[in-house]
């Protein structure tokens, strides 16, 4: 697969200053594996200013970058977007603004490509959105989480978004359906988490008095016979956080395989649950230019809404 025949010579604007080269890549390379850009970029193929570059280098405005013409092997090759997923990302944006926009991620989506998925969220927005020269995620989600999910379209105000978020500026609430009765009075759960290999590449979370603090606020929204609908908001942002935390008080999320229990799994395929049920349902932060409080919310998906029905006929 021939990604381009000539050798392109590209000047770096105010809008790229201070990223590094292999994301700068990325953006203009779309559809290429990364693994793919740290090659060409190692070989030397790719220069700055005639010079040779690490992968790490980061622009500066009038930088001269020369990118080499591109042949892929099929293997390699990053998934075309199918018409379904053009659709679907073209309907999942919530709001957008001038340098950011917010997605209302589907579940079962990965953002990022790699590790097996040929294509995640990012590269296929990149491949959707060609009028963007700029455009990175500012956080995560899992890859089977639903909701509210914001995303950069300049370097400045990634930069902006990010300090937001290590400020704890920046609010994110999920909706999770966790097995049992949830204690009313349980409005926190404080516990270390640490990060670790389970084998095979992947990678899970535990409760370990060595990890990182960790503080999630729970409240509860609805109970029904064996399941609580809860509101979960991370104080901090480590991975699997409200689902290892939840798990920890012995809750766990409903349809986790990760975290979950085999009574959690009874109680999931008697709601006609499918899926993990978490779901990111309001997001604010402060817009990156005016620094006023933007609130974005994401409706549960109708999988979801079915389940909760299900679970109130029950209870």
């Known amino acids: 697969m021939t990604e381009g025949r000539e050798v392109q010579w590209v000047e770096v604007g105010e809008g790229q200053a201070g990223q590094r080269i292999d994301n700068f890549l990325m953006t203009r390379l779309k559809g290429v594996p990364r693994a793919l850009v740290y090659r ?18 980061r622009l500066v405005p009038g930088d001269m970058v020369r990118i080499p013409p591109l042949r892929m ?22 709001v957008e603004g001038r340098d950011w926009l917010v997605i209302n991620k589907p579940a079962g989506l990965a953002v990022h490509g790699g590790s097996g998925v040929k294509i995640g969220l990012i590269e296929a927005l990149r491949q959707v ?19 509210c999910l914001l995303l950069a379209k ?3 105000a990634l930069l902006v978004l990010n300090d937001a978020l290590k400020q704890h500026k920046m609010d994110k609430q999920y909706l999770a359906l966790v097995s049992g009765r949830w204690p009313a009075r349980r409005e926190f759960v404080s516990a270390r988490l640490e990060r670790y290999d389970a084998g095979n590449g992947e990678r899970r979370v535990k409760v370990d008095a060595t990890g990182k603090v960790s503080r999630t606020r729970f409240a509860v929204r609805e109970a029904f016979a064996k399941a609580t609908l809860v509101e979960a908001e991370p104080v901090t942002g480590r991975t699997h956080q ?33 899926r993990l049920f978490l779901h ?5 932060f402060p817009e ?17 809404e079915a389940v909760l029905n299900r679970a109130r006929k029950f209870s």
């Open 40 to 57: 060409i970029v190692r070989k030397g193929e790719v220069r700055v200013n005639k010079k040779r570059i690490k992968v790490d280098y």
């Open 73 to 94: 092997a099929p293997r390699e090759a990053a998934r075309e977007v199918s018409d379904g997923l053009r659709n679907l990302l073209a309907g999942s944006v919530l």
């Open 129 to 147: 959105r060609e009028d963007l020269d700029f455009l990175e995620l500012v956080h995560r989600l899992d890859r089977d989480t639903s909701g």
């Open 154 to 156: 300049s370097r400045p």
């Open 242 to 274: 409200i689902r290892v935390h939840a798990a920890h008080t012995g809750h766990p999320l409903l349809g986790d395989a990760k975290y979950g229990t085999r009574e959690g799994e009874v109680v999931a395929r008697k709601f006609g649950l499918t």
């Open 280 to 284: 990111a349902a309001s997001l604010t």
């Open 288 to 304: 990156p230019t005016s620094g006023r409080p933007v609130q974005i919310r994401a409706p549960l998906p109708d999988d979801l």
